[in-house]
């Protein structure tokens, strides 16, 4: 077991997260902070199993992966619950979420597309600079109108991250399988509807170095078969001589998949 600082630790950075990510900045800028900080989750994740905590393993992962998507969800969202309450709450929120929808939208135009003379690329550098501006205003007057929501009855929770209980219900058509990969360690988080703790099953025979080997022969077998595009191709070449279908999915299935079936206690039936 780790020690409980280190706990707290990661429990600081998983909550900064979505500063880096904040809705008030670009869409581009927002990916690039959360690709600097994927490695925080998985360890953050890492951290809790080690310290027998999978629910909040769980609960950690969901919200450092959904902290970009799920906000671009939110700008989109209907708010029914909230309306019903709370019509005038829900028609300031539609207003700035939308704003901020085409504010994200507006800003991942690059100058660099623009055949501009120096005049027009200053204009329009200087009206990229306004509509920043703009956004920042507009995501400020959200996240205030948030906190005024969250003050209200029944709604302390309004767009805040799911935490385990909420988690577990989406599993009521079956059972939801997270993987984690980390330095340290690779596990298997199993979600039940009608089972109130997680099912951790450690993955001994799979790490992230083997994770990210079989993601860069994946990108290489793609690119072989023409499925994806060239920019996306990510296969080491000296591994493509090595490396086929049947290795990588029986890799996958021994590391990965049967352990996770076995805690399932599924069969599979061979096939002839």
Request: hydrophobic content about 45%; proline content about 5%; overall charge negative.
């Amino acid at each position: 077991m780790r020690h409980p600082s280190l706990l707290r630790a990661h429990s600081i950075a998983i909550n900064i997260l979505p500063q880096l990510a904040w809705i008030g900045l670009s869409l581009a800028h927002r990916y690039a902070e959360l690709k600097r900080g994927a490695d925080v989750v998985c360890e953050a994740a890492a951290a809790a199993l080690d310290s027998g905590f999978p629910e909040l393993a769980v609960e950690w992962l969901e919200q450092g992966h959904s902290i970009v998507w799920g906000e671009l969800l939110q700008l989109r969202s209907s708010y029914e619950e909230l309306s019903s309450a709370h019509p005038d709450h829900t028609r300031r929120l539609r207003e700035l979420s939308a704003a901020l929808d085409d504010a994200g939208a507006t800003r991942e135009k690059p100058l660099s597309t623009l055949k501009l003379t120096d005049d027009g690329m200053q204009r329009a550098t200087q009206t990229l600079h306004q509509e920043a501006h703009r956004h920042r205003t507009l995501a400020i007057e959200r996240d205030k109108l948030l906190q005024e929501i969250r003050r209200l009855p029944g709604f302390e929770r309004f767009l805040l991250p799911k935490d385990f209980p909420q988690l577990r219900a989406s599993a009521h058509s079956g059972p939801v399988v997270m993987l984690n990969a980390a330095e340290t360690r690779c596990d298997a988080l199993i979600l039940l509807a009608d089972v109130d703790h997680v099912i951790h099953v450690p993955l001994p025979n799979f790490n992230l170095q083997r994770s990210v080997g079989l993601q860069n022969s994946l990108g290489a077998l793609l690119g072989d078969a023409r499925v994806m595009p060239l920019d996306d191709r990510e296969g080491n070449p000296t591994t493509r001589g090595r490396i086929n279908w049947e290795s990588l999915l029986s890799t996958l299935w021994n590391g990965v998949i049967k352990p996770v079936l076995d805690s399932l206690a599924f069969s599979v039936r061979a096939v002839i």
